[in-house]
């Protein structure tokens, strides 16, 4: 294509296209009042507001400047072309918001516009300056909006001008990046699987690592617990005869919080328990803020009773397993026995002794269960039985028909007397084995709240007296064992003694005749027994009386058994040489002076006496440890200390004539004591009689102890109880009656 010359026809000497206006290059009609076209030096090319560039600059007192803004027309000059030309200016500018819709895009419209313009420029090889634009150039108001210019002064030489350099065009910006859904889905589906991961591994946990201690602390809100208590041993007596034993029974529980009528609900169960009116009802009222919701009414409650009471349906009262402590015998050995508490715990006698050894071990049902009116056991849940364990019963070495005779004939015969307290035991020789052992007063063990307790007291064990002349076999014993004398010794006896300050005498004066060691036995000579005594001296006796077992309690099973005391030597008077040989100033109990008789009859062995026998566990019988023995005296000495007791029971006014079994050969003694209560004398004596059958060969050894105010001598008070409790047992154990008549004694020989 040629290029265009300033000659063309189509431009003024200005080098503007005729008859364009500055959009598109329509026509543009002169205005009234303005100079055409012809009249001016070259045409002018209006701007949308009506006025050229230089126009526009000269009012505002400047020149023309080469310098536009990317929505100004660019001034060009050409390089072989002696005319400039002015573009006309984008009409965009007549837009009277087109400011505002500059700042809501960017500000980056007219600059893209400028840039598309410069660019065909650059390529003719022009040279293209842009300035920025003045504010408000492109305002159709600016001449009322624009703030005032200060006139520029005179001008400087203006520098030559040179070609701009060339700058690359600008690149328009790139659009802001959106954001990328497909990254937001995966990044919300990896902080999900994250978080299903996190909970995953902590229900593992929850089930498989800590599962133990959660579901532990969870089950002990719901666990119910259940005792399943432990049947309590059974006594026994040497036949397995019960003396005692538990029998099922239940007990009658209120929770005061569904009582609702305490004093109806009492008068309901009052006769069917035995337990005041008042006194249920006193259980059963509600205390605010006490927080007892359970009260025992009633304990070892029979079935049939129970039934009666279930049948009530009352409101608030619960019945359960229990069990009652059964007595049959009632007053049978109950001084022995003992008895326990409601709680099944003993309290006195060989329960509470062997307390630990009857008592078992109580099992318990741990289960789940639900709350309210659903605690019933949950199936499936946590279940645990721990069975009871029963306790073990014990054999004793009591006869029941033997021990009941003996408490039969004993308390008759305090009846006689009047006296106020009995005692007889039963030893079996050589075992040891206490066959019967009986208290005068007793009680029934099966309701002892209604007895006193000295009536519970086991007198055997208990009762503390001075023995009397029943020591005198000791004496004797002691003196034979040292050689002191013979049983052919004689001693020329006077009717009295004194020791000290105190005269002792006999009730069969000698008269200073000889009297034999049979014949001092048989009528209790003091003077002579204190002569033996003498002569054996206070060491040697103490120390038989110790081998005898006195000093010591027995250790026969019995709880509180007393000790009884001696008299140190050291300690002895004057008159001590006279009392001690004869049975005064000692303390001994009956079943102590019984066993030193046991140890005379087991050729003169002591076997320490004991109640049981055995002990039962599990249907196993294991028998108790064998009991402790010692020596005491020779065979031949211990047979012939029994030969001389018989003295007592077949010569001739003898003290223990009423002590004789009728075909059997006895050997014995009587004795009359004191009792001292707290270190003060108690009115009246105390009669004993002690002895062994068949004398010959002895099977079994009774003592027999009675006081009261009135009482006498043992030969009166006491040797008729023997006499009917040796000849019980004897024919019990079908002894046959000895072969031999006893021997003729002579008791003053000449």
Do not use: C
């Not at 203006?158 to 990044?187: F, G, I, Q, T």
């Not at 498989?208 to 579901?215: G, I, L, R, V």
């Not at 023997?722 to 003053?748: C, W």
């Amino acid at each position: 294509m040629p290029p265009r010359s300033s000659e063309d026809p189509r431009r003024d000497a200005t080098g503007s296209r005729r008859g364009s206006s500055s959009r598109g290059g329509r026509g543009a009609e002169p205005r009234a009042g303005e100079p055409g076209v012809g009249g001016i030096s070259g045409a002018r090319a209006y701007t949308p507001r009506g006025r050229t560039v230089r126009e526009s600059n000269e009012e505002r007192g400047r020149a023309p400047r080469e310098e536009h803004t990317a929505d100004r027309p660019e001034r060009t000059t050409r390089a072989g072309g002696g005319g400039q030309r002015r573009t006309p200016r984008s009409s965009r500018a007549a837009d009277p918001f087109r400011p505002a819709l500059q700042v809501l895009d960017g500000g980056r419209t007219g600059q893209a516009r400028a840039a598309r313009r410069d660019a065909p420029a650059a390529g003719r090889g022009g040279v293209v300056r842009t300035v920025r634009a003045r504010p408000f150039d492109d305002d159709p108001f600016d001449d009322e909006l624009a703030p005032p210019r200060r006139r520029p002064g005179p001008r400087s030489p203006r520098r030559p001008e040179r070609p701009a350099a060339r700058r690359p065009s600008r690149k328009p910006r790139r659009p802001p990046k959106l954001a990328d859904p497909n990254r937001r889905l995966r990044l919300g589906t990896l902080l999900t699987l994250a978080l299903f991961a996190v909970i995953g591994i902590r229900l593992v946990f929850l089930q498989a690592t800590d599962s133990p201690a959660f579901a532990g602390g969870g089950v002990t809100d719901r666990l119910s617990r259940i005792d399943l208590p432990a049947p309590r041993g059974a006594i026994y007596d040497r036949s397995g005869a019960p003396l005692a034993h538990s029998v099922e029974a239940r007990y009658v529980a209120a929770d005061p919080t569904l009582v609702k009528d305490p004093d109806a609900t009492a008068k309901a169960l009052s006769p069917l328990l035995g337990v005041p009116v008042s006194e249920l009802a006193e259980k059963m009222r509600h205390r605010t803020g006490s927080g007892s919701r359970f009260q025992y009414l009633a304990r070892g409650v029979p079935i049939d009773k129970a039934k009666q009471v279930a049948a009530l349906k009352l409101s608030g009262i619960d019945l359960r397993r229990d069990e009652r402590r059964e007595v049959p015998g009632g007053d049978l050995a109950a001084n022995l026995i003992g008895f326990t508490g409601e709680d099944m715990v003993g309290l006195e006698g060989l329960e509470a002794k062997y307390d630990d050894v009857l008592r078992g071990v109580d099992g318990r049902r741990l289960f789940e269960a639900g709350q309210g009116n659903l605690s019933a056991p949950i199936p499936g849940g946590y279940s645990e039985t721990t069975p009871a364990k029963p306790g073990s019963s014990l054999e004793l070495s009591l006869d029941a028909d033997l021990q009941y005779q003996t408490q039969r004939m004993l308390k008759a015969q305090v009846d006689k007397v009047k006296g106020s307290v009995g005692a007889a035991v039963v030893i079996e020789v050589p075992s040891g084995e206490v066959l019967a052992q009986a208290s005068q007063p007793t009680y029934d063990a099966a309701d002892p709240g209604r007895s006193r307790p000295n009536d519970r007291e086991d007198a055997a064990t208990s009762f503390v007296v001075d023995p009397g002349s029943v020591h005198k076999a000791i004496t004797y014993g002691a003196a034979l064992q040292e050689g002191v004398i013979t049983p052919q010794t004689t001693l020329p006896l006077q009717d009295s003694i004194v020791k000290g300050d105190v005269r002792f005498k006999d009730s069969h004066p000698a008269n200073g005749r000889r009297m034999s060691i049979p014949g001092m036995l048989a009528y209790s000579s003091n003077v002579g027994t204190i002569e033996i005594g003498d002569k054996l001296g206070a060491e040697r006796l103490i120390d038989y009386q110790k081998r005898f077992g006195l000093g010591r309690p027995t250790g026969e099973g019995m709880p509180g058994e007393a000790s009884g005391r001696l008299l140190p030597a050291d300690k002895w008077s004057e008159s001590s040489r006279g009392s001690v040989p004869i049975g005064h100033s000692v303390d001994a109990t009956p079943l102590q002076m019984a066993a030193a008789y046991a140890a005379i009859a087991n050729n003169g062995t002591y076997v320490q006496p004991h109640l049981i026998r055995a002990t039962i566990s599990g249907g196993k019988r294991v028998p108790a440890a064998p009991p402790a023995t010692h020596p005491v005296l020779s065979p031949q000495n211990a047979a012939a200390l029994r030969t001389m007791l018989e003295a007592v029971t077949t010569v001739d006014r003898a003290t223990g004539l009423a002590a004789a079994v009728p075909g059997y050969r006895v050997a014995g003694k009587t004795g009359t004591g004191l009792r001292y209560l707290d270190g003060k004398q108690q009115p009246g004596e105390v009669g004993s009689f002690i002895g062994m059958a068949p004398a010959e060969h002895p099977r079994y050894v009774v003592a027999v102890f009675v006081w009261g105010p009135t009482t006498g001598g043992g030969g009166t008070s006491a040797a008729p109880a023997f006499r009917d409790i040796m000849g019980f047992t004897l024919r019990h154990y079908r002894v046959p009656p000895s072969s031999e008549p006893a021997p003729k004694f002579v008791v003053y020989p000449r």
